[in-house]
């Protein structure tokens, strides 16, 4: 069964501090994204990647950083969590090239940053 | 740019009533289009898709065609069930070579007993 897994599903953390959110996969997919998730916006995607060491920007890249070092494993990294940053995270994963493909997602991290 | 509008919810039925959430989209190229849902308490999951216009999408009793002429991909469902609460996203992609999805705001579906 496909499966994207997620660390945690809930988070808190202070304003400055560092974050990580880790998302895994073990569909062998080449194409992994980050999104946020907001009321009243929809999932805005943050930043993918179509290979190993390979990253794109999305559409609301500032504050954030990703990590591909591995092809089943997509880090999203806050470099100093703010209290804008507080949301749902959604990692997702999907095979090979095209627009066609289906996206399967994980359950979410919720994040709080006090 | 790509775009993706959806109808504002919340929405609220009782069970066996019809349910529609519209959509319409803006694309540069030849979109393939989806709705994924969102049950309460986990991810997003594909409920059905469409490549081509004309195209009909189904899955667990829910319809979307592909409009070209009108850019839309309404959902249907005739009969909803406790069971179909849940946040519906209609979203668009370009044609091959293009990873990216872009989502409609999302629709709050809540079905009463």
């Known amino acids: 069964d496909v499966k994207v897994t997620q660390s945690s599903r809930y988070l808190v953390k202070r304003t400055g501090e560092k974050v990580f959110l880790e998302c895994v996969q073990d569909?062998?997919?080449?194409?992994m994204f980050w999104y946020r998730q907001d009321p009243g916006l929809g999932l805005r995607l943050i930043y993918f990647?179509?290979?190993?060491?390979?990253?794109e920007k999305g559409d609301i890249p500032e504050g954030y950083s990703v990590s591909r070092e591995k092809k089943e494993r997509f880090s999203l990294i806050l470099e100093s969590a703010s209290t804008n940053q507080t949301s749902m995270y959604l990692c997702?994963?999907?095979?090979?090239?095209?627009?066609?493909?289906?996206?399967?997602f994980g359950p979410g991290t919720r994040l709080t940053v006090l | 740019g790509n775009s993706v509008t959806q109808m504002e919810g919340p929405v609220t039925l009782s069970e066996e009533a019809f349910l529609t959430i519209n959509c319409t989209y803006t694309?540069?190229?030849?979109?393939?289009l989806f709705w994924y849902v969102q049950y309460p308490g986990e991810g997003l999951q594909l409920l059905l898709k469409?490549?081509?216009?004309?195209d009909k999408g189904s899955n667990k009793g829910f319809e979307a065609t592909y409009r070209k002429e009108t850019t839309s991909f309404h959902l249907e469902k005739g009969s909803v069930q406790v069971s179909d609460s849940a946040v519906y996203f209609c979203?668009?992609?370009?044609?091959?070579?293009?990873?990216?999805?872009?989502f409609g705001a999302g629709t709050t579906v809540t079905v009463r007993a």
């Open positions: 469409a490549t081509k216009a004309d």
């Open positions: 694309a540069t190229g030849y979109p393939s």
């Open positions: 990647s179509y290979d190993v060491k390979m990253k």
């Open positions: 997702a994963s999907s095979p090979g090239a095209g627009g066609y493909n289906e996206q399967f």
């Open positions: 569909m062998d997919h080449e194409n």
């Open positions: 979203a668009l992609s370009d044609e091959v070579g293009d990873y990216k999805l872009s």
